[in-house]
Nanobody, 121 residues
Framework: QVRLVESGGGLVQAGGSLRLSCAAS????????MVWYRQAPGKQRESVAA???????NYADSVKGRFTISRDNAKNTVYLQMNSLKPEDTAVYYC???????????????WGQGTQVTVSS
């Protein structure tokens, strides 16, 4: 089984920064795509940023220019650098990875447990 563990969440003031990490462990051959999602109370889960194994990225319009997604393939880890944080960024942030577990295997999706990010006014 593949396990994803997020870290780096916390409480910050508006305008501050946080850096989230998500480390994948277990039987992993490759991770074609890693995605950060977030879910605020009473709202649907939404995609925040995504990155492919080749380094191609895409962002939600609401975070473009403020957040940066990156990955370390050697560590099977994805990061989300969050700058100029706003109260509307408050949410539980989840890591999702599309994982190929064996060289002959198909891609499967796995979720982390989530980490709370709270931005105060």
């Amino acid at each position: 089984q593949v396990r994803l563990v997020e870290s780096g969440g916390g409480l910050v003031q508006a305008g501050g920064s946080l850096r989230l990490s998500c480390a994948a462990s277990g039987t992993i051959f490759s991770i074609p795509t890693m995605v950060w999602y977030r879910q605020a109370p009473g709202k649907q889960r939404e995609s925040v940023a995504a990155i492919s194994s080749s380094g191609t990225t895409n962002y939600a319009d609401s975070v473009k220019g403020r957040f940066t997604i990156s990955r370390d393939n050697a560590k099977n880890t994805v990061y989300l650098q969050m700058n100029s944080l706003k109260p509307e960024d408050t949410a539980v942030y989840y890591c999702n990875a599309e994982v190929v577990r064996w060289d002959w295997g198909r891609a499967e999706n796995f979720w982390g447990q989530g980490t709370q990010v709270t931005v105060s006014s």
